[in-house]
């Protein structure tokens, strides 16, 4: 077993290695490590990576398997390439309305999308739950860093994780991203994780994956 990570500089090599890191928990059915794993202790987990998130060295996304995965920065133009070609075109109406309030005030965490939509104090997950998830698989937003407190639950930031404008937080990476074949960006991913069966690559990436790009994976 590897070394935990304990630092800034072994988190960022860490993503450099990896690519692709669940945020939380790792599960039997998905390949992936996970940064709780990596660093061997919840707290630390979530500071290193509000680090990577702060650094622009990962971006949080639900497109993946559908659960929260840190990317590395160097494979985001790939997986935008790819998503961004199936996304919606239609909008629920709150996610609508989530995605007015984030533009509008540069930023919104879940909380305040609760109270605009007025869904506050309502069963979980909830419309704004519910919208933030929607948005957040078209990679029209996406979650940046907060600060984690000294005391009690590491994950319960008190100003609330802010959601972001994709295009605005990632120009750059939106640029290149304009750059790529669809089917250069499948094979960058598909190298980066060389060691998962094809037909559970499909599986985790298929929000992203025509059904002749999927057909023509599990057949290379």
Known sequence: MEAPIRTEDDAIRFMKTVKFALRYNSTPDLPLPSMYA???DQRRAIELTNMLLG?????ETNVVADRLVLVHCSLVPALYALRVRFRSSRLSDHAWQALKLIHDDGAASAGDVRRYLGVDGMKRPDAADLALAELQRDLLVDRGPASVPK????YLSKEGYPYRIFEKAHPDLVKAASKLKPVDALESIAATL???PRKKLVSMFKLCLSAEERKACVET
């Open 38 to 40: 990596a660093a061997g």
């Open 55 to 59: 650094r622009d060295e990962v971006v």
């Open 151 to 154: 005391n009690g639950i590491p």
């Open 194 to 196: 060389s060691s998962v």
